[in-house]
């Protein structure tokens, strides 16, 4: 991932941007997530280019119609709260939002029992950005005894909630576990089922959380070179903006991965890194395909290679205690009556 | 000694080696087992399906295709 990545990523963004002011199409909802998104993805690259392109977003999403917008239902605002946040020059309209949101945040409007759990921390994560409060919760309490049967939309979660405490990827967080394990277990998964988006994110929050290894970094930076390649195709172009619109997230991502790792970008792909990560990514593939034997006996190479995981053995341990359980149903049901 | 029956000793290795092995609970149990889990098969996640909603904004890719399987 060279340097010059990011900017081709920004010029592929500024023409679909235009083509969008062009067509005065904001609104339709596949043009207002890509701006939303692309104001957040800007304000973490922060070269003068990506500022420069944040401020035209800003002004396209903020624009004349969102008195209108607001107007048909005051709560749409919770749709232009987040980007309100990463506009880099506010407007008064911009102002405006923020004041309407917290308005409605402090009445309990924005939240919703329909919504995803992290939705309603993300209302909360901006009320506080609003306020210019801190912002913090833990979303990995809990998982280690669920890790390894995580559906993609609850390691979403993880991640987003874990942007918010961290300013998507610019601040280093410190969390009251060790989080790092699970996070390389993901990871493995993640590659394991090429799922690069997913991944891309998930290299994010390991490098902005506290205690990351540099070999785990510097194989991670790897990783996410080899994820921008597939993304960029075998000619190393970036799709065109009518393409664009639909591939943008995981290109932003890796920016921001980019971005996050600064000078201190330097891949370097591990062999022992690499046939962990396939161990694992395999694994879970056993588990969540209910493939209990191959799981176990999987695991068991592993800990002849590697040693246990600490990330997996939680799980495990309860696996194990569910597996005894069966058993002495069985035994039991078997069992010659007296 | 074939692949298939090297996991299941590795398997049956493992569960010893963590002190959990149920009394009079053999291999073939454990394999009987193991073709009963992954017999019912995976019925999805629950716990997903309570978490989608129309304005699932940043995972509508996945959402779909959850929200498909819950409709079938």
Redo the contacts between chains.
Sequence with gaps: MEDGVGGDILQVAANLLDAIIAENSVLKPENFKFVSEAIIATARIGNDDALALNTRLGEALFSDSLRSVLLRNPRSVVMYAMASCFVVTPSSRTMAVIDLFARLHDAGATRALHHPAYRNLEMDYIAANARGDGFFHDPFVGIAESLPWLTRDHIYSLTHVHFYNSYFGARCISYPGNILPWLEILIARARHDGDLDVLLELLICYASTSGAQPAQLAFHDSLAAAALAILCGPDGQLPPPDMFRDHYHPLFVAAIYRATRGADFAPHRDVAIARRHEMIGRLLVDIRQTDLMAYLAGYADHVAEFGPEPGLEPALALQLALVAAAAEDRTQAFAPAR | MSDYV???Q??M???VS?G??????NMQ???E??RE??A???PG?L??WT???H?????GR??DK?DTIAHR
Excluded: H, M, P, W
């Design positions: 090297e996991r299941n590795k398997a290795s493992l569960i963590r959990l092995f149920a009394k009079e609970f149990q454990l394999v087992l193991s889990v992954s019912l098969g995976s996640d716990v997903s978490l989608i909603s304005d699932y904004v940043y995972t996945a959402a959850i």
